[in-house]
């Protein structure tokens, strides 16, 4: 069973402060997926990384795709209520398996005003 | 642009029940998903459509659970003498097509209670 550790599972910060949430695996990524989900919504997708090493950028999101392709990170500057959400990593695996993507089991935001 | 739509929103049954959760996607796109959220377990992937055709079913949780689609659209989830632990968020998610890395765009949800 192909596995996504994603950490920290809960993180409440005060508006202002920056945070990382960590997203790592055994397996090789073809790709790699940052969703944010809001309750009773489904997951909108925020970025897509597909080449190691890869750093994208997304207003104060910065995201960041492992050089072996096995893990992932995203950042958030200077936090706002607004971020608050559940934060999933998701990805495709380079060596076959279900056409579905695993995801994490997410990463619950609290921003606090 | 309508986006995926999925119906019930809500879904409250009792134990041994049948229920069928619907998904119609967004217009053109070849691929359907389907997924369960339950609390502490994540998102699971449990099975896909290209076209009308479902290539893998291994990922359905036992054999209460089946999908269709038809006409390259609209999709069922079945679920059968439902129980307790089937209680969860299903997920519909659908793509341009079901090529790797695709981008998948999700609906809301149904949310099931089985009571």
């Known amino acids: 069973t192909q596995l996504l550790e994603q950490s920290p599972q809960f993180l409440s910060i005060q508006e202002g402060e920056n945070l990382t949430v960590y997203c790592n695996s055994s397996s090789v990524f073809s790709s790699l997926q940052w969703y944010r989900q809001e309750p009773g919504e489904g997951p909108v997708l925020l970025v897509t990384?597909?080449?190691?090493?890869e750093v994208k950028k997304l207003k104060r999101l910065t995201f960041q795709f492992g050089d072996a392709r096995k893990d992932s990170s995203l950042h958030i500057t200077a936090a706002q209520p607004g971020d608050t959400g559940l934060y999933l990593c998701?990805?495709?695996?380079?060596?076959?398996?279900?056409?579905?993507?695993?995801f994490g089991k997410g990463t619950h935001l609290i921003i606090q005003p | 642009g309508a986006g995926v739509s999925q119906s019930p929103s809500n879904k409250v049954t009792e134990k041994g029940k049948d229920v069928e959760l619907r998904c119609d996607p967004i217009?053109?796109?070849?691929?359907l998903y389907w997924y369960r959220q339950s609390l502490g377990q994540g998102l699971e992937f449990l099975i896909y459509?290209?076209?009308?055709?479902?290539?893998?079913k291994s990922g359905l949780p036992s054999d209460r659970f089946s999908a269709e689609r038809t006409g390259g659209s609209v999709s069922t989830l079945t679920i059968q003498r439902t129980q307790q632990e089937d209680s969860a968020v299903y997920l519909c998610?659908?793509?341009?097509?079901?090529?790797?890395?695709?981008?998948?765009?999700f609906g809301p949800g149904t949310r099931l209670l089985v009571l």
């Open positions: 998610a659908s793509s341009l097509s079901s090529f790797r890395g695709e981008t998948q765009y």
């Open positions: 998701a990805g495709m695996y380079s060596g076959g398996g279900a056409d579905g993507l695993t």
């Open positions: 459509f290209q076209g009308n055709s479902a290539p893998d």
């Open positions: 990384v597909v080449t190691g090493g």
């Open positions: 217009s053109g796109h070849t691929a």
